[in-house]
């Protein structure tokens, strides 16, 4: 069973920055599109910012500029470098594939909270 283990969440100030990084078997790393979601209270998850296998990068318009994915096959992690931080993203970050057809078991996520 695959099990996907976020990290790397907590309280920052608006402005800061934190990284958020994505423990996940090698070959889902390696063969697929991988991305980063989040959900606020009262609201739907929403993607963030997925990487394809050839390395291509896509951010929501939300924050773009100001994050940034990458995929460490060595490591077989997935991480968020998340800078210029506003209360708005507040949320439960999660990752999985990019693709829902091929979603795994979700993990636990880790909360971000940004202050103003």
């Known amino acids: 069973q695959v099990r996907l283990v976020e990290s790397g969440g907590g309280l920052a100030q608006a402005g800061g920055s934190l990284t958020l990084s994505c423990a996940a078997p090698r070959h889902m790393i390696l063969g697929n599109d991988m991305a980063w979601y989040r959900q606020a209270p009262g609201k739907e998850r929403e993607l963030v910012a997925y990487v394809r296998r050839g390395g291509i990068k896509h951010y929501s318009d939300s924050v773009k500029g100001r994050f940034a994915i990458s995929k460490d096959g060595v490591k077989n992690t997935v991480d968020l470098q998340m800078n210029s931080l506003k209360p708005e993203d507040t949320a439960v970050y999660y990752c999985?594939?990019?693709?829902?057809?091929?979603?795994?078991?979700w993990g636990q996520g880790t909360q971000v909270t940004v202050s103003s």
């Open positions: 999985n594939a990019a693709d829902r057809r091929l979603w795994t078991n």
